[in-house]
């Protein structure tokens, strides 16, 4: 099973960027869907972008929409969250995840593997 490793977190300022990354130990199949979640304390874990591998379809919460991009660089078996104009809202764990499509790719149990999570932070 593939496994995932997140890196990239850190604590910034509000109105600051971030780019995340998550390094898969294998190949990703062409239909695999790579997603990010995020989870605040007290929080539900939220889906907030992910990509199919084949096609590089992109899908955003509202949320993030317009201020976070997802990308992959396939041959580094890697895949990015570009996160810009960043809120404190923002705050929290943020989790990669790998599962088969991206249909419905918001919800948590279909996904087979997990990161470990990087924390966010953004002060006001």
């Known amino acids: 099973q593939v496994q995932l490793a997140e890196s990239g977190g850190d604590s910034v300022q509000a109105g600051g960027s971030l780019r995340l990354s998550c390094v898969a130990s294998?190949?990703?199949?062409?239909?695999?869907?790579m997603a990010w979640f995020r989870q605040a304390p007290g929080k539900e874990r939220e889906g907030i972008a992910a990509?199919?591998?084949?096609?590089?379809?992109?899908y955003y919460a509202d949320s993030v929409k317009g201020r976070f991009t997802i990308s992959q660089d396939s041959a580094k078996k890697t895949v990015y969250l570009q996160m810009d104009s960043l809120k404190p809202e923002d705050s929290g764990m943020y989790y990669c995840?790998?599962?088969?499509?991206?249909?419905?790719?918001?919800?948590?149990?279909?996904?087979?593997?997990w990161g470990q999570g990087t924390q966010v932070t953004v002060s006001s």
């Open positions: 995840a790998a599962r088969w499509l991206c249909t419905y790719w918001t919800l948590r149990a279909d996904y087979y593997s």
């Open positions: 294998t190949s990703l199949a062409s239909h695999t869907c």
């Open positions: 990509t199919l591998r084949d096609t590089g379809a992109t």
